[in-house]
């Protein structure tokens, strides 16, 4: 039986039919015996729609405000994808970043997690539980929530992962893995089967919308193993690590 962390993006938790399919998927990864810590984004658009209505109250929205704000995005998928595993028959509970135990400094919007107390997620997995948690967010060390910049759910599985020794990192999106080439621009890229965190991030920092890069050092720093792979069919996906 392995731990599994599994993120899953916007585009792909977009409508209630891709929460419906993220659940399923979910849900067979359970059957098939590991324990799931499943991170979230928002749905589809949220944060940026989020944005925009902070920016029409004001040109400078307050930053503890703005953190309020958007992490209720991932409060919403969290709770709708948890429902949707429950009416598949499955135990599943959320949690938002400061339920999760994930401690932030105290930089609102782009928030770095200082550590994580990972006690209820534990209690939780420990009862059989699917745990749900909401990504891109913390608490700050003066206890108020923060949000860790832009695409920060990627951070928070990753160091998840880590801080529950998982046996993988797995990321469901709208790409279906990691490609020689941007598929978009070169149409006979090809898609790599493994790939070194190097290149990963060589690409990340490139700003190929694949990863976060700070998820991709962190991984690489404590030798987590990464899966990218489509949230829409079940293709072979890419695996990242050392080789
Ligand atoms: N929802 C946040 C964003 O759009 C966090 C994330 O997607 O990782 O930036
Ligand atoms: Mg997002």
């Given at each position: 039986m392995a731990l599994i962390v599994q993120k899953y993006g916007g585009s792909s938790l977009a409508t209630i039919e891709c929460i419906q399919a993220v659940a399923r998927r979910i849900s067979q990864t359970k059957k098939e015996g590991n324990d799931l810590v499943v991170v979230v984004s928002a749905m589809g658009k949220t944060t940026d729609d989020l944005l925009k209505l902070a920016t029409e109250i004001t040109p400078h929205p307050h930053k503890r405000e703005l953190d309020m704000l958007l992490s209720s995005g991932e409060r919403v998928s969290m709770s709708l994808l948890s429902m949707a595993l429950h009416h598949l028959g499955q135990c599943s509970i959320s949690f938002t970043g400061s339920q999760s135990g994930i401690v932030t400094d105290t930089s609102h919007t782009e928030a770095k997690i200082l550590e994580i107390r990972a006690t209820r997620i534990k209690e939780e997995l420990a009862r059989g539980k699917i745990v749900i948690?909401?990504?891109f967010q913390g608490v700050s060390i003066e206890k108020e929530v923060t949000t860790l910049g832009r695409g920060g759910s990627d951070?928070?599985?990753?160091?998840?992962?880590v801080e529950l020794k998982?046996?993988?990192c797995e990321f469901y999106k709208d790409v279906d893995g990691v490609y020689t080439q941007d598929p978009k621009q070169y149409p006979h890229a090809q898609k790599m089967k493994t790939c070194r965190y190097e290149a990963v991030l060589e690409m990340a920092e490139q700003g190929a919308k694949l990863l976060h890069a700070d998820a991709v050092r962190f991984a690489q720093k404590h030798a987590l193993p990464l899966y990218i792979a489509s949230s829409f069919d079940d293709?072979?996906?890419?695996?990242?690590?050392?080789s």
């Open positions: 948690v909401a990504g951070i928070t599985a990753v160091a998840l992962a998982a046996d993988q293709s072979l996906g890419t695996y990242i690590g050392n």
